[in-house]
């Protein structure tokens, strides 16, 4: 090989190196946190690992008629959607199956997210540990609450780091935006109105909650499926019912 | 006895009787096997009991009656004591699984379900105390709750909203100021320190006397529960309703809570220039840019319209549907010209609405056991409902008075044949009684056809009502002559029951129970179908074959 050809090899490799060290430059954070955790407050740091967890949980919820496995369903679109007001007998109202609604919601996701959080608090405890912290963790309660406009999950679990200053963190929220407070209300109206009088005006919902559209799908064997779409959002909430039914050619 | 004790015990022995063949036919299931709650099943394999209930640790029961009457099914109501709400008609069970407190009373019996106003800042609900310390709690407001008022109209109208102004706020010679209620203005002086704080009740930050650093113009933006465009001033105050004729020249509007004056009449939708959207006119205030409404004038907000484009509906009404409005539509999935092709086997009712941009249909009950009904109100406005298709009592009506009665049954009286049959030898046609008091061959039938299951044993019979079978039973083939001797008549013409409709000798004679045939034969196309998805038919995709009547004839004794 000639000089020149070193030459062209010595530039190549320069062109090279400059060509990542710009690469890194630009996209130094995201590849550091490839590299490992971003070292963010563990409040933010508990928000990042927990927030998606939420989302997919209350989304399945959502989807499911507020239950992770629902016992008693109707199929839809192959989604599982819970009867949450059922009789199987005909030109009876139902029997209301799930009056507590909110409340169960709430127990779904936490019991759903239990082990995502003991697992993030291990990673932050890592992370900072990585940094030359002493981390000490006691372990608190989780509650969570649908709230108007949002999802709140707090976790009363102490947290001590210490690194010559200590710092304490008394406990976490992790807020997920979603109105499924509001579909979930709306829900448990429909709920009543169909154990009461077995049928319902999805009209009646929409002309009072502008932007909200209420879907009512009746199934051939008495069976009614509701979704709930907040526009706005797109949040969705659908589950099924079976009150008053008419047998075919009776 | 007196009459009417005899009456009453009747009634009671007869309540009892149901009751205790409801019992023997029935189970009342705490859980089912398919893990409904509650439920009467005929099949007691349906009940589950091999689990245990966690709640009791003891396994769910059973017990062969309604669950009215057992003391684990029955229905009350159901306090849910954080979120202040109550639920009828709930099961103990469904109620304690969740931590609800369950109550075997009405909701109007207890007091923590009783419902008052809810005043929640400018607006109100009707709901329990324990609700509105919720709902307030959850807004940040001040619990108000007034159990004086018992109806939700009063409520609703009792929710007034604190008067509004400019709440000026002067620190370090800075003047600065937020549009809020009085109320709202003297917490915020309540909790400044070093701060002066003046409240103008009626007025606008941006009012140039005020002397804010507040001024005019600041663009414009949509309002959570509200439909109107609105003005905003420079510090993002809102300000009064975008009307482009009065953002520059009128100082007024900048100085004053005003009402809106610019309006078509009609909503303002995709104005340039008037936000005063109209909900119930068809318009809300959405950002321009995620519709096709065209740019205001100015700022990025305007009243979009919420009607909707509809091919079907412009075929048949000539125009598009607006919002709100609601229709009628089939599964034929086509103008109809014949109001019974919406009544063709597999054929559905639906409401289809209009509802901020998007048609949302809204199927009536299967099988048409409710049926969509179709009105004009205020002009040309649709309104459709689906209302219960009441053809159950057609059949049995003997009087067409009765047939016709509209306020009891939905049925058409078709003359010519009787589906209604005389208990006799001859299973012949029951005369029915005509307006004019005539008794004549006619079929009481449902004016709007419900379906059939017509592959089911149900179908089969409900079809089978319509079924006209006779065996004819007439002598012939031969006669005797005057002579004695036996003559052949020829199979000359026609079908056997014409023959020997014409011969009308003594050897050949339709015996009584067969039909006026030429009347039958019309009558029977109408009423066939009318009974439901009954005899040869198009279905509602378009296929299958036009029912083309027929007779077929059996051929029964022939006496030679």
Same mark, same amino acid.
């Given at each position: 090989m000639g000089k020149r050809g070193q030459v062209t090899i010595f530039i190549i490799i320069g062109i090279a190196i400059i060509a990542i060290g710009v690469l890194i430059y630009a996209f130094y954070p995201q590849i550091q946190s490839l590299i490992k955790p971003e070292s963010k407050n563990p409040a933010a740091f508990m928000q990042t690992c927990l927030e998606d967890e939420i989302e997919d949980t209350v989304e399945i919820l959502s989807l499911q008629g507020g239950s992770v496995a629902p016992e008693h369903y109707l199929l839809y679109q192959d989604e599982k959607l819970e009867y949450l007001c059922y009789t199987n007998e005909n030109y009876r109202t139902c029997v209301v199956q799930q009056p507590m609604l909110k409340s169960h919601i709430e127990s779904e996701i936490e019991r759903e997210i239990s082990p995502v959080v003991n697992t993030c608090f291990e990673d932050l405890k890592e992370s900072y540990e990585d940094q030359g912290y002493d981390v000490d963790i006691e372990v608190g309660d989780m509650v969570t609450e649908l709230l108007p406009e949002n999802i709140v999950t707090t976790l009363t679990h102490k947290l001590t780091l210490t690194k010559g200053d200590t710092e304490i963190y008394e406990s976490f929220r992790i807020v997920l935006d979603n109105n499924l407070y509001k579909l979930v209300s709306i829900a448990n109206s429909i709920i009543d109105w169909e154990a009461s009088y077995g049928d319902v005006d999805p009209s009646t919902y929409m002309s009072y909650y502008h932007g909200l559209k209420v879907e009512k799908l009746n199934q051939e064997e008495g069976s009614t499926l509701y979704i709930l779409t907040d526009k706005d959002t797109e949040n969705k909430f659908q589950f099924a019912s079976r009150s008053v039914a008419w047998p075919i050619g009776y | 006895m007196n009459k009417r004790i005899l009456t009453f015990i009747l009634i009671f022995f007869l309540i009892l009787l149901i009751g205790f063949v409801h019992a023997q036919n029935s189970y009342c299931c705490e859980k089912t096997t398919y893990g409904a709650y509650c439920q009467q099943e005929v099949d007691v394999s349906k009940c589950s009991t091999a689990i245990k209930n966690p709640n009791t640790n003891e396994t769910y029961q059973k017990a062969p009656t309604s669950c009215e009457s057992t003391s684990y099914c029955k229905l009350g109501t159901c306090v849910n004591v954080d979120e202040g709400l109550c639920l009828e008609n709930t099961p103990q069970i469904t109620c304690e699984k969740e931590d609800g407190n369950w109550y075997d009373k009405d909701a109007n019996e207890l007091p923590q379900c009783q419902l008052g106003c809810c005043l929640l800042g400018d607006q109100a609900a009707f709901v329990t105390q324990n609700r509105c310390k919720s709902l307030s709690s959850l807004y940040g407001l001040e619990t108000i709750f007034r159990n004086d008022i018992v109806n939700e109209f009063v409520c609703i109208a009792s929710a007034t909203s604190d008067a509004k102004g400019a709440c000026v706020t002067e620190k370090d010679y800075e003047r600065t100021c937020n549009l809020l209620t009085k109320r709202e203005c003297q917490a915020l002086e309540e909790s400044s320190t070093d701060v002066i704080i003046e409240f103008h009740e009626g007025y606008l930050c941006s009012a140039d006397e005020l002397a804010t650093n507040c001024g005019p113009r600041g663009g414009t933006t949509c309002v959570e529960s509200e439909d109107e465009v609105y003005?905003?001033? !420079? &510090?993002?105050? $809102?300000?009064?309703?975008?009307?482009?004729? %009065?953002?520059?020249?009128?100082? /007024?509007?900048?100085?004053?809570?005003?009402?809106?004056?610019?309006?078509?009449?009609?909503?303002?939708?995709?104005?340039?220039?008037?936000?005063?959207?109209?909900?119930?006119?068809?318009?809300?205030?959405?950002?321009?840019?995620?519709?096709?409404?065209?740019?205001?004038?100015?700022?990025?907000? !305007? &009243?979009?319209? $919420?009607?909707?484009?509809?091919?079907?509906? %412009?075929?048949?009404?000539?125009? /598009?549907?607006?919002?709100?409005?609601?229709?009628?539509?089939?599964?034929t999935n086509k103008i109809v010209r014949d109001p019974l092709e919406n009544y063709l086997p597999g054929a559905e009712h639906y409401k289809v609405k209009c509802w901020e941009g998007e048609i949302i249909p809204e199927a009536c009950d299967p099988g048409r056991a409710t049926i969509c009904n179709e009105t004009n109100i205020i002009g040309d406005f649709k309104y459709a409902s689906c209302v219960l298709n009441r053809w159950q009592q057609c059949i049995d009506q003997e009087t067409q008075e009765d047939c016709l009665d509209a306020e009891s049954r939905d049925c058409v009286w078709i003359e010519g044949y009787s589906v209604l049959k005389n208990d006799d030898e001859y299973n012949t046609e029951k005369k029915l009684e005509n307006l004019n008091g005539a008794e004549i061959r006619a079929s009481c039938v449902p004016k709007y056809p419900p379906a059939a299951l017509f592959w089911e044993e149900i179908g089969v019979l409900q079809c089978g009502i319509a079924n006209a079978g006779w065996v004819l039973h007439y002598k012939y083939g031969l006669r005797y002559t005057a002579e004695g001797l036996e003559e052949r008549i020829e199979d000359s013409d026609d079908t056997p029951f014409k023959k020997c409709e014409k011969a009308k000798s003594e050897n050949c004679h339709v015996l009584p129970g067969a039909p006026d045939y030429d009347k039958f034969k019309v009558a029977m196309p109408k009423v066939c179908p009318s009974l439901g998805d009954c005899g040869k038919s198009i279905n509602y995709m378009g296929s299958g074959e036009k029912g083309i009547f027929s007779d077929y004839v059996e051929y029964g004794d022939i006496e030679s």
């Open positions: - | 003005f905003l001033d !420079t &510090c993002g105050n $809102l300000a009064n309703v975008y009307d482009y004729s %009065r953002m520059s020249e009128d100082d /007024d509007y900048w100085t004053y809570i005003q009402e809106p004056t610019c309006s078509d009449g009609f909503g303002s939708a995709e104005s340039r220039e008037c936000g005063n959207c109209e909900y119930y006119f068809g318009s809300t205030c959405k950002a321009y840019r995620t519709t096709n409404a065209p740019a205001p004038r100015y700022g990025d907000y !305007t &009243c979009i319209d $919420l009607d909707c484009e509809d091919r079907d509906f %412009r075929a048949k009404y000539g125009r /598009d549907p607006q919002h709100g409005e609601v229709w009628c539509s089939y599964t």
